[in-house]
């Protein structure tokens, strides 16, 4: 069974500077890895996954995610963040199979103008 | 397109009581799974149903159970209520249920225990 580490429960960053969410899954099968994001309210919605093929995945809203093997990480990035962007991530590995998804904790993104 | 809809959007009940959640997927969406959501726990997978059969569960009590109708929409049921229920239940829609595909959120249904 797939278990995920998210570093840090909160995150707060200025607007403008880079965002950096970490997610760690432990595994020795390659998974499909998802990020989603929730904002206040609602559900969540995908931001970016990958599956197989090129390692750096960029998503919606300037996010991208890079995939290391090696390391066991799919860490979440933006260059420059927007005061929209202030949300609940969760990371998700995959294994394979059927529906029976495992979240992490979950990062709250606070920026700050 | 409509999107996931669950309703209601709040409930509150009084423990002991019973609870049923329903979860209406994106058109031709045949997988349904259910999520609990606390400040404490997280995310935690309920089930997941796929043509009205239950294809996966997580470990909740069997107070926790569901089904799904043959147009997929599907309902949850909790049991004897008790305070630590409180929680936000998502539910989420996919063609095929397969974990590679995207998860389609509703906005969940909030329910408080007291």
């Known amino acids: 069974a797939q278990s995920v580490t998210q570093l840090g429960s909160h995150v707060s960053v200025s607007e403008g500077a880079l965002v950096l969410l970490r997610c760690n899954y432990s595994s020795s099968v390659p998974p499909y890895l998802f990020w989603y994001v929730q904002y206040p309210n609602q559900g969540l919605q995908l931001l970016l996954k990958?599956?197989?093929?090129?390692?750096l995945v960029k998503g919606i809203n300037g996010f991208e995610a890079e995939f290391k093997k090696s390391e066991t990480s799919f860490h979440l990035t933006k260059p420059s963040a927007h005061m929209s962007d202030a949300a609940e991530y969760f990371c998700a590995p995959h294994s394979g199979g059927y529906q029976k998804v495992t979240f992490g904790t979950g990062t709250k993104l606070q920026v700050i103008p | 397109k409509a999107g996931v809809t669950q309703t209601p959007r709040y409930l509150i009940k009084t423990r002991g009581q019973q609870v049923t959640l329903s979860c209406s997927p994106i058109?031709?969406?045949?997988?349904v799974s259910w999520y609990q959501q606390t400040p404490g726990q997280g995310l935690q997978f309920l089930f997941e149903?796929?043509?009205?059969?239950?294809?996966n569960k997580g470990n909740f009590p069997g107070r926790f159970s569901g089904r799904q109708f043959s147009n997929s929409r599907s309902e949850m049921n909790v049991s004897t209520l008790e305070l630590g229920d409180s929680a936000l239940y998502l539910c989420?829609?996919?063609?095929?249920?397969?974990?590679?595909?995207?998860?389609?959120f509703g906005s969940g249904t909030q329910l408080s225990v007291l």
């Open positions: 058109s031709g969406h045949r997988s």
């Open positions: 149903y796929f043509s009205e059969t239950q294809r």
């Open positions: 990958y599956t197989t093929g090129a390692t």
């Open positions: 989420a829609s996919s063609r095929q249920g397969i974990t590679n595909e995207k998860l389609f």
